[in-house]
C-alpha cells in the first residue's frame, strides 16, 4: 500500500472513530440533561447549568491552554525516535499540568464567595463551589491524561477513555440526583470528574516512559515555550466567547431576546450538525501535523491530504442539512424555530469555505508561531467575525446576519490561504482545487434552488443533486483509501 493512500485511510479511520465517540458523547449529555430536568425541575436544571458554566470557565482559565500546545510538543518528541526527549517533554508536561490543577482548586477556593454572589446573586453558594474545586482538579488532571494519549497518537486508548469516562461518569452521577435532587448537584459533579480521571488514568500509565532528572533551568526554558503557546490559544478562545458575547448583546438591544435565542438556536444546530467532523478530525491531524512541521514539503502533503478529506465527508451533508432544515428544526426544538431555516441554508453554504480552511488553520499552531496564531486566529479572526455579523445583522437581520457569517467564512478562507503561503509557502494542490469548484456547485445549486421555491420539482432537482454529491464523495475517497477492497476485505473477513 502507498504511504499517500496510508495516510488517507488513517484519516478516514480516525475520523469514524471519533465521529462515534464524539455522537456518544453528545447523546450522553443530552441523556444527562433529560434526566436532571426530571429529577431537579426547571431550578435544578438552572442551578446546574450555572455550576457546569463556572466549572468549565475555571478549567479553561487554570488549565492555561497547556493541554493543547503540549500535543504538539509530546508529538514532536515522539516522532524523533528521542527516548530521553520524550521522557523530559512528558516529565515537563507533568509538571505543568499538576501545576494548573492546583492553580483551578485554588482559584476556585479563593474566589468561591465571588463566584457564588455573581453567579447567584448572593453568597449562599460559597461552600458549593469550594467542594466544586475538586471537580475542577480532576477535570484538569483528566485533560491531562488525554493529551498525553494524543500526544503518543494512541488514539484506541483515548478513544476508550473518553467513552468510559464519559458513560462511567453519568451513570456514577444519576443516585447523586435522584437521591439528593438539588443537594446532590455537586457530588454528582466531582463524581463524574473523578470517574473521568480515573478511566483516562487507567489508558494513559500504559505509557511507558524512560524517568529523566530535569533542572531548574531546563524546566523553566522549555516548560514556558509551551505555556506561551497555551496561553496563546487560551487568550484566542476568550477573546472569541467575548466576541460571541458581544454578538449577542448587540442583538437583544437593537433587536429582541427573542431574536438572540433564534440566533443561538441557529448557531448551536449548525455547529453541531458538522462540529463532530472537525472535532474527530482535529484529534489524529493536530498530532500528525505537528510531528512534520519543520519539513515543509511534508506539510503540504498533510494538509491537502486533510483538506480533501474533510470537502469530501462533509459535502454530501451540508446538502442534507440545506433539504432537512425544516425537519431539523422541528426535530431538535419547535415550530416556533421554523424562522431560522434561511438562515440554516446560508450558514450551510458557509460552512463548505469553514471545512476548506480547517486544515490550513492548524498550520500556525502547529508549527509553534504563537505570535502569528494569536494576531490572525485570536485577534483579527475575532475581528472579522465581530464586524461581519453586526453589519449583516444591522443591514438584514437575521437572514442578513446568516449571510454575514457565510461573507466572513469565504473572507477567513482567502485571508488564511494568502497567510500559510507567505509564511509558510503553503499551496493547495490541484486535486484539492478542482474537489472544492466542484462541491461549490453543488451546494451553491441546491441552496439557490431552496431559496427561490420550495416546491416538488426544487426537492427532486435537489434530491438528484445530493446523488451526484454522494457519488462524488464515493468516486474521490475510493481513488484515495480503496473503500471497495476495505468493504470486500471486511465481507471475507
Known sequence: MSDSKSSYRQI??????????????????????????????????????????SLTLIVQ???????????????????????????????????????CAALGLFTMVIGSYWLSKYTFGNGSYTMSFIWLSLAVT???????????????????????????GSLGGLILSLPFYYLY???????????????????SKFYSRKIKFEPQKISFNSFLSEGTGMAKLGIAMMVSTLIGSVVNYLINSYIGKFGSIAEVGLYGAGVSITNQYVGVIFTAMAVDYF????????????????????AEIVVLIILPLLIIMILSAPLLIKILLSKQFLDITTFI?????????????????????????????FLFEGVTGSVLILTCNIAGYTIGGLNGLAMSVLI?????????????RKLY????????????????VLVLTVLILMLLKQNLISYIVSLVILVVALYLSYYELNKRIGIRSLIMNRIKR
Open 12 to 53: 478516514i479511520k480516525t475520523t469514524t472513530l471519533f465521529g462515534g465517540v464524539q455522537i456518544i458523547q453528545i447523546l450522553t449529555s443530552i441523556a444527562r440533561g433529560k434526566i436532571v430536568a426530571i429529577l431537579l425541575g426547571t431550578a435544578g436544571m438552572g442551578i446546574n447549568t450555572l455550576l457546569n458554566a
Open 287 to 306: 498530532p500528525r501535523l505537528s510531528a512534520v512541521c519543520d519539513d515543509e514539503k511534508k506539510i503540504n502533503e498533510v494538509v491537502n491530504q486533510q
Open 61 to 99: 482559565f487554570a488549565s492555561l491552554g497547556i493541554n493543547f500546545s503540549a500535543v504538539r510538543d509530546i508529538s514532536q518528541a515522539n516522532n524523533s525516535g528521542d527516548v530521553q526527549g520524550l521522557g523530559k517533554t512528558v516529565k515537563i508536561f507533568n509538571i505543568l499540568i499538576y501545576f
Open 181 to 199: 435532587g438539588e443537594k446532590g448537584i455537586i457530588p454528582a459533579l466531582i463524581a463524574a470528574a473523578f470517574f473521568s480521571y480515573c478511566a
Open 408 to 420: 466572513s467564512y469565504i473572507i477567513y478562507f482567502f485571508a488564511v490561504l494568502v497567510l500559510t
Open 138 to 164: 480532576f477535570t484538569i488532571l483528566n485533560s491531562g491524561n488525554i493529551t498525553l494519549l494524543q500526544g503518543m497518537q494512541n488514539l484506541k486508548d483515548m478513544a476508550r477513555a473518553s467513552l468510559v
Open 425 to 440: 509557502n503553503f499551496h493547495l494542490k490541484n486535486s484539492f482545487i478542482k474537489i472544492f469548484i466542484k462541491a461549490i
Open 345 to 373: 441554508y446560508w450558514v450551510s453554504f458557509g460552512l463548505l469555505f469553514k471545512a476548506a480552511s480547517f486544515a490550513m488553520g492548524y498550520i500556525s499552531f502547529a508549527k509553534g508561531d504563537k505570535k502569528t496564531f
